[in-house]
């Protein structure tokens, strides 16, 4: 079997990249991967597999930082522009880009999910004729939008292993499952789909990264802990507005509010348990130059090493943000939009993959473990599959960079995907195999 899967890897592998650079000049971010999806769920259900979409796929309720209805509207029309079948496209209404797909081998045998990725970053890729997409004609043609973080790279690595794994079936017991997420930017998409059941009765669980850690051709980190768990908040400040001249004691300064939260959320003490962060990373407020203002928003995000620690960051920014309003007299609101639990790789699941990766000669530098040291909405679902008996793990495959993730330089050497392929069949075989 391993010889099957070195041969058709090399029959795909000029598939795998043609299809990379399709996905790369076509960027969708979160909760608008109609095309990618569409053209993800064409390719799995020719493969024999059975698609979970819509909402049996993702939770609407628990859907976060969902774009407006006019916005989901405008990128449909452009999927559809672009290639993207029409029907596909409309069923996934609201932002519903999220599916799995099934492949049932026997009635009982392991359950084996893999997860990827399929979002683009909002980032405008570089213009530069040195860079290569922009060379060889496969840099994004949608403007704001970037695949500077590889889930292109992803999602055409997911389908070649689904390929590989589907010509294998008469050899493998038990059952295999591909989640396509939406929405990893900004922690906003495993939630959902957990939610949905994505991850129910699941024994084993993968997911991948390209590069990140892996910054070498060659390299391989079988599994990741210290994945740090995060919030992302959008805060409204509402006063008063009133004339700045004539009757300034009549409004209630919005702006000054959120101001006073924004620098005291900065002076949240540290904790000895471990590693937080905190960052305000926009503030807007006010109406005009005579105006008491009445009305600001601040975004922001708390991260820490362990879910513990990060309800710690999220408490204390909660009672700031009372204070802050009260002291002017304002009311306030919270908005969740991401976030994400932390999670440790399983030690069982490292050594499975770092077995298969031995099988692999293009991996000669082998990690096994690694603190992962970011957030990355994965850690929600592995820890998912662990809470219920299963075990998981995260993999980043290393890969040759033109610059580091979500840079609009962001570009890697492709001979670094058929291998992320192989690794995804052989791991399959390992825990499949009859
Ligand atoms: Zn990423």
Not at 318 to 339: F, H, P
Request: proline letters at 3%.
């Amino acid at each position: 079997m391993i010889n099957y899967i070195k041969n058709k890897v090399k029959e795909l592998e000029q598939e795998i990249i043609k299809r990379r650079r399709d996905l790369h000049r076509h960027p969708e971010a979160g909760w608008t991967e109609f095309r990618t999806s569409a053209l993800a769920q064409k390719k799995m259900k020719e493969l024999g597999y059975t698609l979970t979409t819509g909402e049996k796929a993702v939770s609407k309720k628990e859907m976060m930082g969902v774009p407006t209805a006019e916005e989901l509207k405008k990128h449909q029309e452009r999927a559809i522009a672009q290639g993207a079948d029409p029907e596909t496209v409309k069923a996934m209404e609201g932002g519903l880009t999220g599916f799995w797909a099934d492949m049932k081998f026997s009635e009982d045998g392991p359950r084996l999910a893999f997860r990827f990725d399929m979002d683009s970053n909002d980032v405008t890729e570089s213009k530069d004729p040195g860079h290569r997409p922009v060379k060889e004609g496969f840099a994004s043609v949608n403007d704001g939008a970037m695949h500077a973080c590889g889930h292109d790279a992803h999602v055409s690595i997911g389908l070649a292993a689904a390929q590989i794994i589907a010509g294998m079936k008469d050899k493998l017991k038990g059952s295999v499952r591909f989640i396509f997420q939406p929405a990893e930017e900004g922690l906003r998409g495993a939630g959902p789909m957990v939610a949905a059941g994505a991850v129910d009765g699941v024994d084993y669980i993968v997911g991948m990264h390209v590069g990140f850690q892996a910054a070498h051709k060659g390299e391989l980190i079988c599994g990741a802990d210290g994945f740090l768990a995060s919030t992302k908040w959008d805060v409204r400040f509402k006063g008063l507005a009133a004339h700045a001249g004539a009757y300034p004691q009549e409004g209630k300064n919005a702006l000054l509010a959120a101001c006073a939260a924004a620098v005291n959320l900065h002076a949240i003490s540290r904790h000895s348990e471990g590693a937080t962060r905190i960052n305000v990373g926009k503030l807007t407020a006010g109406e005009g130059r005579n105006v008491i203002p009445s009305e600001a928003l601040i975004v922001m995000e708390t991260r820490g090493i362990t879910s513990e620690l990060n309800d710690y960051m999220v408490s204390e920014s909660g009672r700031i943000i009372k204070a802050a309003a009260e002291m002017y007299g304002c009311e306030y609101s919270i908005e969740v939009t991401g976030g994400t639990k932390s999670g440790k790789s399983s030690r069982e699941m490292i050594k499975l993959v770092a077995e298969a990766a031995g099988e692999i000669p293009y991996y000669t530098d082998i990690t096994e473990l690694k603190d992962f040291g970011a957030g990355e909405d994965y850690a929600h679902m592995m820890s998912a599959v662990q809470e219920q008996g299963g075990i998981g793990t995260y993999i980043q495959t290393g890969i040759d960079r033109t610059a580091g993730h979500h840079n609009n330089k962001f570009d890697f050497d492709e001979t670094g995907l058929a291998p992320a392929a192989e690794l995804a069949a052989i791991t399959a075989l390992k825990i499949l195999g009859k």
